[in-house]
């Protein structure tokens, strides 16, 4: 199980390196403009994102000398991310390079999340996640990130994704 938890962290630090210089390249004064209130160059878009990328891997390096905190932040997030990309992609509008296959990961990743307990690692190794409350904000994720698809598959794709 710990095994196949490691492939998934492998992915989903992939995922989160392609949206740093996807974020970079085309979405850096979307994302940063409003703090800094000036266009942001790509490298202090640059400077940003690794600040923030840096910020999130010290908090997991704390969190993670106290190994069940951690698994519940790395569930935790996962949570996020289905229920948080759908409105990310109603905001931006159309589809783009990625779009797709982030789908598909925060869908599978999701379902692999909330298994119950002897399938799902999360609610085995962590006994207060083997909760009916648990199962239910699982089956609201799932439900997410399927809306989060089916947004995708209706949208068109946006100009930047064909370069």
């Known amino acids: 199980m710990f095994e196949v938890l490691w492939f998934g962290c492998v992915i989903f630090v992939g995922i989160e390196l392609f949206s740093l210089f996807m974020s970079v390249k085309y979405e850096r004064n979307i994302i940063w403009k409003k703090y800094l209130h000036r266009d942001v160059s790509e490298l202090t878009g640059w400077i940003m994102g690794i600040f923030g990328y840096l910020t999130g891997f010290a908090m997991f390096w704390l969190l993670r000398l106290g ?22 992609l109603q905001e931006m509008g159309d589809r783009r390079f990625g779009t797709i296959a982030l789908g598909w990961f925060t869908l599978f990743g999701t379902i692999f999340t909330f298994l119950p307990k002897g399938y799902g690692f999360f609610a085995t190794a962590i006994t207060v996640l083997d909760h009916t409350w648990f199962s239910l904000l699982g089956i609201i994720c799932i439900i997410y990130a399927l809306r989060y698809l089916w947004i995708t598959y209706r949208y068109p794709v946006n100009s930047l994704a064909k370069n």
């Open 67 to 88: 190994d069940h905190i951690c698994l519940i932040l790395m569930m935790s997030t996962n949570a996020i991310l289905a229920m948080a990309v759908s409105w990310k």
